[in-house]
């Protein structure tokens, strides 16, 4: 009898992409949640963080130059 794991909700994985981004991952959650994670859901949690980034320096840039 295979067990399947059950996938890892949206929150983990935007917490993953998070610290992904910074560059902070402890060991632990590193073991417990590749197993979990998707590929898939990692791509499109990593392509919105990168836009939600874009965009926010785009409007930094254009408040200080204002």
């Known amino acids: 009898m295979e067990h399947r794991l059950a996938p890892a909700p949206w929150l983990e994985v935007a917490k993953t992409v998070l610290a992904g981004l910074l560059g902070v991952r402890r060991r632990a959650d590193h073991e417990s949640g590749s197993a979990r994670l998707k590929p898939w859901h990692l791509i499109v949690a990593g392509l919105a963080a990168a836009v939600l980034f874009v965009?926010?320096?785009?409007?930094?840039?254009r408040v200080v130059l204002g």
């Open 55 to 61: 965009l926010t320096l785009i409007t930094v840039v």
